[in-house]
Nanobody, 124 residues
Framework: QVQVVESGGGLVQAGGSLRLSCAASGRFFSNLAMGWFRQAPGKEREFVAGITWSGRGTYYADSVKGRFTISRDNAKNTVYLQMNSLKSEDTAVYYC?????????????????WGQGTQVTVSS
């Protein structure tokens, strides 16, 4: 089973950038899709971005398309989320999760091994 730990969150002004990292442990990391989700206060956890096992396929929520980029380095067992042009509505706790298959899904039920989350706060 894969375990994940997120890092890189913080406070940033609107229009700024942050890069989140997700360090994974476990022998099957390179075989599995990975995803980033976020949860704002009072809201459900929502899909942000997903990446296939190889890194060749990426998927994004409409709200972040063109601003966020997901990538992975299987040699380092790490997944990244580069966030540019941040908006106040991007404020949330961001979670990394390992998928159950090689292709990322859009729903939380399609992921295992959630991290503890990292807070991203965008000030306007």
């Amino acid at each position: 089973q894969v375990q994940v730990v997120e890092s890189g969150g913080g406070l940033v002004q609107a229009g700024g950038s942050l890069r989140l990292s997700c360090a994974a442990s476990g022998r099957f990391f390179s075989n599995l899709a990975m995803g980033w989700f976020r949860q704002a206060p009072g809201k459900e956890r929502e899909f942000v971005a997903g990446i296939t096992w190889s890194g060749r396929g990426t998927y994004y929520a409409d709200s972040v398309k063109g601003r966020f980029t997901i990538s992975r380095d299987n040699a380092k067992n790490t997944v990244y989320l580069q966030m540019n042009s941040l908006k106040s509505e991007d404020t949330a706790v961001y979670y990394c999760a390992a998928g159950r298959t090689a292709i990322p899904g859009w729903n939380t039920a399609e992921y295992d091994s959630w991290g503890q989350g990292t807070q991203v706060t965008v000030s306007s």
